[in-house]
């Protein structure tokens, strides 16, 4: 099953996380993709995109760069339910991937190759119609151990050259949630989390007043 590993590593007794099911891709639906802000042992920011029923899933340290000539290293995780797609909240502390997320961004996005064989060969390129993200981008697939990968699980994500290209720190720029409008410590105060612990080492959190 395409999820026993997302459901394996949790407990939803505990956690609000959804167990979800894959379902049966519908060729004419528009393909959902979403990146989460998640604040857990570390800040970093998870990049999903809607295949075959799932959300296939990245970890990306230093999140997006509208800038193609920045590679952000990105590492696959385990698919995740499309209902995941619409989670932003709390997951409890103790429980895998404990800490704060945000719905960073969401929207659509379209294959611009064959997605299967761009995923065998560690080349998919896709264009994102996202509410922050859009135009045409690329996952490469690296070669060898990479900060810690396989070969098979570190990628990389870049923007491609096209009119949504961009110097500007899009991260910087549009810090909030895309649903809620809230900062990381705003959705940890909301759902009864550690709002101190969610802003720590972001750099768009406001300063902590003395």
């Avoid at 528009?30 to 899933?57: C, I, M, N, P, T």
Wanted: hydrophobic content about 40%.
């Amino acid at each position: 099953m395409a999820l026993e590993t997302y459901r394996a590593k949790r407990n939803f007794a505990v956690t609000a996380e959804p167990a979800g099911k894959a379902h049966k891709a519908n060729p004419k639906s528009e393909l959902s993709f979403v990146v989460q802000k998640h604040q857990a042992s570390r800040l970093h920011y998870d990049f999903r995109l809607e295949w075959r029923g799932v959300l296939l899933s990245w970890a990306v340290p230093k999140g997006p760069c509208l800038s193609p000539a920045v590679k952000r290293l990105a590492m696959a995780v385990e698919d995740h339910p499309v209902a995941y797609g619409k989670f932003e909240g709390v997951i409890p502390e103790g429980e895998y991937g404990g800490g704060t997320v945000m719905l960073w961004d969401y929207g659509t996005w379209t294959p611009e190759v064959n997605v299967d064989e761009g995923l065998k060969s560690g080349d998919l390129k896709f264009t994102l119609q996202g509410k922050k993200l859009k135009g045409s981008w690329v996952l490469v697939r690296t070669k060898g151990r990479f900060a810690g990968g396989d070969g098979q699980s570190s990628w990389l994500l870049m923007k491609h050259n096209d009119k949504y290209a961009s110097e500007v720190d899009i991260l910087e720029q549009k810090p909030r949630s895309a649903v809620s409008r809230r900062l990381l410590a705003g959705i940890a105060a909301a759902h009864g989390g550690d709002k101190a612990k969610a802003g720590k080492g972001d750099p768009t959190a406001p300063p902590v007043a003395r």
